[in-house]
């Protein structure tokens, strides 16, 4: 696959990730889901604005560079996200979360983990592909 059309994917992966992270924590608002500190800043640093630079940096001479932290943030999203929804026992785990915010917390859920790991795999291909 070319270098440039993986990167056009990429940045749609990731735009696609900010809309449903977006609609996730809408959902985590409704069902009354808090996040404490670390977890919040974790969101804000590695889910939503180390992607966002990523992308940015495709386009730019360092390119590597958002190879490398594309693949990095969207690995480290999908673990977070896969632990503390899937795994993990508390308040963010989709089994306890009840009412009527349950199916988008749990559909939300279930998308961001789809396309963090499209991310993932998006980026680890450029990274192979991009050269200095």
Do not use: C
């Given at each position: ?8 994917i ?34 804000v ?13 495709l ?52 998308g ?6 499209a ?14």
């Amino acid at each position: 696959m070319k270098t440039q059309r993986l990167r056009l994917i990429a940045l749609f992966v990731v735009i696609v990730h900010f809309g449903v992270s977006l609609i996730h924590g809408f959902a985590h608002q409704g069902a009354g889901v808090a996040l404490d500190v670390f977890d919040s800043a974790y969101v804000v640093i590695i889910i939503t604005l180390a992607p966002l630079v990523a992308a940015a940096l495709l386009f730019t001479r360092l390119n590597r560079l958002g190879a490398w932290l594309l693949t990095l943030s969207m690995f480290g999203a999908l673990a977070f996200g896969l632990f503390k929804h899937f795994i993990l026992p508390g308040i963010d785990n989709v089994t306890q979360v009840h009412g009527a915010w349950h199916s988008l917390f749990l559909q939300s859920a279930v998308g961001i983990a789809v396309v963090e790991l499209a991310g993932w795999i998006a980026g680890v291909w450029l990274v192979r592909l991009v050269k200095d």
